[in-house]
């Protein structure tokens, strides 16, 4: 009985701790509102559905289309369109992918604090048959776990697949999002989702991810821009970023925890024991030209991940 008597213990004992810590973090008041960032480019709104609204960058109407899905997990997917010179969407427009489509994910409310992963996949499903069927699939960051499950649940759906400093193989390298995701007890993450009644409340656990200021110096290095500090041209640009890194998302509890044990703590994915839509997912059916993007110095995703 006693190595079961030591495991109880040893698990209250990080609840308690947990409970403490997060209790201490999220109970500080709350600032003023983040107001949310605008797109820099035009844009219209191709289909809404309650997590997610398909937003229409394209020039044209013909062609197979490319469908950018952004990150679903702190901030906002602006960040694909954040400011003049600062555009992937401009970016990829300039490059001649003229039918180009952005996962904009809507904040989690209240109602959708059970949604999941497999809920998520569905509704990415609609967008891609809302775009004819087929698309040229570009994952962000962790947006790309999810373009990667989507392509191997679905393979004829996606002709060429992207992924961009997206976490598939957890096991390979160490970051210090999967460090600090492996070093924690269970426990943390689901007192996270219980003191947001079912969400992780994204101005709540801002100040996880670091410092919640950022100073000028930081976001001219972040942006690798030549607008010198002090001008007014950077001045409007921080102030864009500001509002970029202010405004946050709520995520479901139940998405966020999965993500958290299957991706980070059980890494299936890349070992195969992932099961979405009712299949388990095997990679070797992607069969797609698949190009990936690593960042050297990515404090979220290492390279080899």
Partial sequence: MWPAFAAASASEFAGLLAKRF???AMGEGDGPAAREPK???PNTIALELKSVRLRDFSTVKDGVPTLLCAPFALHGAAVADLAPGHSLVVALRDAGLRRLFVTDWRSATTEMR???IDDY???LNVLVDQLGGTVDLVGLCQGGWLSLLYAARFPTKVRKLVLA???IDIAAGQSALSAL???SPLALFHELVKLGDGRVLGHKVLKFWGSETIDSHEIHQLLHTPEPIGSAAFAALEAIFRDWHAWTVDLPGTYYLEVIEKL???NEIATGQFITLGEPIDLANVRTPVFLLAARDDELVAPAQ
């Fill in 264 to 266: 980070y703590k059980r």
């Fill in 181 to 183: 995701a492996d070093a």
């Fill in 39 to 41: 797109w820099a480019t």
């Fill in 121 to 123: 996949l569905a509704d």
């Fill in 22 to 24: 997060v209790n201490l």
């Fill in 165 to 167: 400093g997206a976490p």
């Fill in 114 to 116: 059970l949604l999941g």
